[in-house]
């Protein structure tokens, strides 16, 4: 295999694997094996639902703080540490070239397998939905 192939893989396992995991908390947390089949489908649901949204608000913070979007807050919190340290201010740099050399030195890359995971499994955790929604609610 070419190794994007090889990478892509990687990163989409360890996509899945963390939405697993996450999902494997939900379902341990509210107790899967102890209730009936209709409480056994919303648990399932929910476990994907969850796993789904988090990986899909994640890759949009990612998409966000890859833009620049998040550059201000950095700037903020290196002054207020670099006020603290004595003769600190000597490094203080405007917020214009401090932009310019964030934005450059910021590599873009495409983050895509994290949003495409998340929203296969928030795309489950809606059939899920749908599917106990058409069997058991009205029983």
Known sequence: MKQKTKAALKNY???VGIEVLIAFLVIWSKGFFAHSLAVNLQILSDAFFVS??????FAGMMYVSGEGALIGIGFVLRN????????GRAKHEVYADYRARKLSNAKKSS???????GL????????LTV???VAFYNV
Do not use: A, E, K, Q
Not at 52 to 57: I, N
Not at 111 to 117: G, K, M, T
Not at 120 to 127: P, R
């Open 52 to 57: 789904g949204v988090l990986m899909t608000l």
């Open 80 to 87: 207020v540490v670099l006020s603290f340290i004595p003769m």
């Open 13 to 15: 396992g360890i996509c």
């Open 111 to 117: 983050n895509h397998y994290v949003l495409v995971s």
């Open 131 to 133: 599917i106990w929604y």
């Open 120 to 127: 296969i499994f928030l795309f489950i955790g809606i059939v």
